[in-house]
Each structure stands twice: as C-alpha cells, then as structure tokens.
C-alpha cells in the first residue's frame, strides 16, 4: 500500500510551494491546474514527458498512476512498462482541477449522471492510489472550504463538487491530512483537527503547527 496525504487549504496558503524540496529526480508532478509551480527554477526540475504533465483529464491521471505503479502494458511489447517505477513520490495538484474541469466540460449536459461520473473519477483516482506500490507516496493537493454544518459549527474540509462526493467524504479514505496556512506571515501546517478535516497518525507529529515542508513530512512518516 502506498503512503497517502493529502494538503488541503485556500489559495496562497502554500500548498504547492510545500513540495518545493521534494527530489524532481524521483518526483512525478501531475499539474491538474495547468498553471506551472510556484518557485523560481521549477521549470528546470520538472519537465514535460519526463516528470512533468499538465492535465486536468481524470482518464489521464488514473493512467498515469498505472504507469507509476508499474502496471500499464507496452502496446509494442505487451509486457508490463517499468519505467515509472524510478518515481518514489507523485504529486496530484489539484483534485479540484480536475472536478472543476469536468464540471464545465459537461455544463450543457443536464441529468445527475454527470454528477455521478465526476464522483466515480476522483473516487476512483483516491482507491487506485491507496493500493499502488508500498515504496510510493501520492499527495493529493486540494483547495478547502469553511463551511457551518447542520449545528451551526462551523469548520474546514477538502472542497469538493457535487453531492455525491460530500457524501464521501474525501477525507475519510485518508490517515493523513494537512491543513495548509499562512499565519502571521509564516507557512504552516496543521497536523490535528482544530474546526477541520485535519488529521495525521497517532503519535507521528507532536505538534499541532509544523514546517510547510512536504520532504520534511514524507521523512518523519517514513520514520513512524
């Protein structure tokens, strides 16, 4: 099973300049924004065809992830293409990227079967993602709402479209999920639910604020 986490959080609050210090030699960056990162230099570190694709398609992410995980067969040899297996770590950014993208592509289309297609592909992105290769980590980067519930509380959650997939629940397929902020001018993460969807592994981050730092991350769940 691969290591899952997911980032979460408004936009500016640092969630893609997080994976500033990820290794570009083993990290595959799948820009569902299409709008490139956000640190000088990235365009020398990741680079379309090598580990690099900008798309919001969910059939292109979820073949990406086949690929990734060593599963994809060879049209010319038929045989299973490794060549994804260098990768250690894969970045999706952003799963809202792809919902909002589908939702326009499918804006004159009326009936609730687009809603339940959309559901489908980022549900099924998240499944394949939890059963990929045990030496992988996926991080999902998604943009967060402040909502008031049924009692009036009011708290932070991954933002998503359509019903069905509230009804999910994203985070509930997950055992990490980090809350991205800037607060007093300083990149943070939440690593506990504080009103949010927050949340990490019992014991493996004694602080509810750390370094908005992914590499820094991986490493200390690595250790746990």
């Known amino acids: 099973m691969a290591k899952v986490i997911a980032i979460m959080g408004e936009s500016g609050s640092g969630k893609t300049t997080s994976m500033r210090n990820l290794d570009p030699e083993t990290t595959y960056y799948i820009d569902c924004d299409k709008k490139g990162l956000s640190w000088k230099g990235w365009r020398n570190q990741y680079k379309t065809g090598v580990n690099y694709t900008a798309t919001d398609m969910p059939a ?36 809202n990227g792809i919902m909002v993208a589908e939702e326009m592509r499918n804006l004159k289309v009326n009936g609730y079967g687009k809603w339940s297609d959309l559901a489908a ?7 394949y993602a939890l059963v990929m290769r045990n030496d992988l980590t996926v991080i999902f980067v998604a943009h967060s709402e402040t909502i008031s519930d049924e009692n009036g509380m009011i708290f932070t959650r991954i933002k998503t479209n359509g019903r069905k997939l509230d009804r999910i629940v994203v985070e509930s397929k997950l055992t990490t999920v980090l809350l991205a902020e800037c607060k007093d001018g300083k990149y943070i993460f939440h690593t506990h639910a504080n009103r949010s969807t927050a949340k990490t592994p019992l014991g493996a981050f004694e602080n509810d604020e750390i370094e908005n730092d992914i590499a820094t991350v991986i490493k200390e769940l690595e250790e746990f």
Do not use: A, S
């Open 121 to 127: 592909y980022i549900y099924e992105i998240i499944d």
């Open 60 to 95: 292109i992410v979820k073949n990406l992830l086949v690929w990734l995980d060593g599963k994809r067969i060879d049209e010319k040899t038929k045989q299973p293409n490794t060549k994804g297996l260098k990768f250690k770590t894969v970045v999706i950014d952003t799963l």
